[in-house]
């Protein structure tokens, strides 16, 4: 009885932790970057939140899996990581440059947008994170959509599992095209460095937690957030479950435009994956865009 007791209180708190884990290890990560900031070191805070919680991840996948399949190797760990280095690295090379050049001060004073400068720090995130997300919700839609854009986005739906560490598995002219989309819309509105930076920021948290491969519970969050729950059925093969849910942070414009996909009865596929034939090796990857268009021009 006592031993039955303590399997049932642990199975309370086991629940409860399933129900936490989402919001607040976001909430950690980000809070981290305010302090940083604070601190005038917003890199360092940023990468010790970012390596945080990409650790943390990985303790959290092995002891409460989503899938325990998904635990062992797909052979495609290095090829994950080299896609993550080189989108990571030209993000902080254009970065660079566009302080160099003077992009970076871009903001209400030199757009032609609007920006409320003097709503609290929160309000105007909120509202960065919305507008952005219009653009990043059609640079994923138009990617499914339109076959060049597919050919660069297939890279990162031919996984076989989702677990933290392919949350960077993009190609290169997959990342740019998003980002086109997504800051552009954002420093047209007017919006400042340092908010354009909380939606980088952020964007980058939210990738860990929704790859994940942990058993977590969103509840009411599944309505405001693209979370793991959500994600795994934009990587179904079946197209009527694949072709939703293209919010990166935020599932607004999938509400909106009636993409949002959750159904109740039943859980997502864990045979995942796309039937294009993207390469096994990195290079070969890198350079399926080319060599999928020369492909089909023959034919």
Known sequence: MFFRSISHHLSILKN????????????????CYFFGMKLQHPVLAFNFAYFGLAGSLYFLERAMPYESAWLFSDGQILNDIGHT???????????????LFGLAEFGPSTSFGFWPESWPLFFQV???????????????????????AWCWHAVHHSVTKLWFVNTGRFHLFDSLWKSAFALSLALLAGAPKDIVM????????IGFLTHCNVDMRCGWLNWI??????????????LEEGNKNYGENLIIWDIVFS?????????????????????????????????????????
Not at 19 to 31: A, H, T
Not at 126 to 148: D, K, S, V
Not at 198 to 205: E, K, P
């Open 16 to 31: 409860v932790f399933r129900q936490i884990v989402w919001p607040l290890m976001l909430i950690l990560s980000i809070y």
């Open 259 to 299: 993409t949002r996909f959750l159904p109740s009865n039943r859980k997502p596929p864990l045979d995942i994956g796309c039937a294009d034939p993207v390469p096994k090796k990195f290079l070969g990857q890198i350079a399926y865009p080319v060599t999928a268009w020369l492909k089909r021009q023959k034919m």
């Open 85 to 99: 280095i080189l989108t990571k690295g030209l993000s902080q090379l254009l970065t660079t440059s566009a302080t």
């Open 225 to 238: 957030f693209n979370t793991p729950q959500l994600h795994r059925w934009h990587h179904s093969q079946v």
């Open 126 to 148: 909120c509202l960065a994170l919305m507008i952005a997300e219009f653009g990043l919700y059609w640079a994923h839609r138009l990617a499914h959509q339109w076959w060049p």
């Open 198 to 205: 909380w939606v980088l920021v952020i964007t980058a948290f």
